[in-house]
């Protein structure tokens, strides 16, 4: 009897191993991956990547569009880097693309924010803020087909910690530019990390981009609050 019962677990655990073998868990997992490739390493890692990737059953990926080097001059485009992403690389996965709407030129409205850096300010006919929605424009329109989710700066808390409403005038504008490309896009709130500088910039923007905004609330209203998803950046070390 004992004999019995050893072989027919031997015969379960065969007939499961047959059947987890023809089966890939990782085909059910919703998860995705962020920023697998850094922007300034050779296109040999990202092949080098890529299989583990297809190992793990990776399905989403969110990747960075540097507009400092697409437009490396004002209205002046290179998209060579965003182009192997979209139609090489990640081709087989469902993109999101992260905008880093940073310069190193200047224009009329321009706000330093680094050694070289600028971001779009100004009023929003500037021509900082003229510029920045061409770029949109010509950005969404090239990867609508592919790309449809678009989260506007990474960690904004850094940039925009003392010009909140800075932050709510590219995120209005973002995310006008963009629907109107494409109305079926997701616009995302710039993602954040769980710290005492997010927390204080989300409570000033936050505010005003409200429905009970006391001005803007209608408006803000009116275009879903001018954001459709947000991304928490949680790492161990805030735990």
């Known amino acids: 009897m004992a004999k019995v019962k050893i072989l027919l677990l031997f015969m379960i655990l065969e007939m499961a191993s047959t059947w987890l073998g023809s089966y890939c868990l990782a085909e059910d997992i919703p998860f995705g991956i962020n920023n697998p490739y850094d922007y300034s390493a050779p296109k ?11 190992d793990l059953g990776i399905k989403r990926v969110n990747e960075n569009v540097f507009r400092k080097k697409v ?9 060579r880097e965003p182009d192997f992403f979209v139609r090489d690389i990640l081709k087989d996965l469902d993109i999101g693309f992260n905008i880093d709407p940073k310069t190193n030129w200047q ?61 709510v005038k590219l995120l209005r504008i973002s995310y006008l530019t963009i629907k109107e490309v494409d109305p079926q896009a997701i616009v995302g ?51």
């Open 44 to 54: 040999e890692k990202a092949f080098l990547i890529k299989p583990y990737m297809n």
């Open 71 to 79: 437009e490396p001059r004002p209205g002046v485009y290179d998209w």
């Open 189 to 239: 709130l710039g993602g954040d990390m769980p710290s005492i500088l997010s927390k204080k910039f989300l409570s000033n923007v936050l505010p005003l981009l409200s429905s009970q905004h006391p001005d803007f609330g209608k408006e803000n209203a009116k275009n879903n609050n001018y954001f459709d998803s947000f991304d928490l950046h949680y790492f161990s070390f805030y735990g």
């Open 107 to 167: 224009v009329k409205g321009s706000i330093k924010v680094g050694k070289k850096e600028y971001i779009p300010g100004g009023d929003t006919d500037s021509e900082s803020f003229r510029l920045y929605r061409t770029f949109l424009k010509e950005l969404v329109k090239r990867y609508k087909d592919k790309v449809h989710k678009w989260e506007i700066f990474n960690e904004p808390s850094t940039e925009y910690k003392n010009i909140p409403e800075d932050y």
